[in-house]
């Protein structure tokens, strides 16, 4: 299992270096953005939760911060699937796997398949 973790740990931070050095400027508007998204998401739940703390809403607030915690963590989980799915489907054609299996008799919906598999 630890070798695991390693391998992808070195291929983690190998692609993140290899973005960095070879398309500096898509890196830091990936990462910009989804800082931005993140602090919004996370400034309006502050916002929502001091808006709750007057004393008119003391007897729903336990019930009220419960559902705004899970709807909070459900916007986080969006946000990163979100931003997974382009990072995946940015790359996916342009591996030597995706070139060698173009090379092969298969049709369209095969290629495109064989690559959202490896995606």
Known sequence: MHAILWALWRSARRGAWDTVRQQPLRAV???????????????????????????????????????????????????????????????LFRTRAAAFVATLPLTDRERYWAAAIEG
């Open 29 to 91: 508007t990936a990462v910009g953005i989804m800082l931005v998204v993140w602090a919004l998401i996370g400034g309006l739940a502050w916002g929502l939760l001091a808006f709750l703390g007057q004393p008119q809403y003391a007897l729903f607030k336990p019930r009220l911060v419960e559902t705004l915690l899970a709807l909070f963590a459900y916007a986080l989980l969006l946000l990163v699937t979100m931003s997974d799915v382009v990072l995946v489907w940015a790359g």
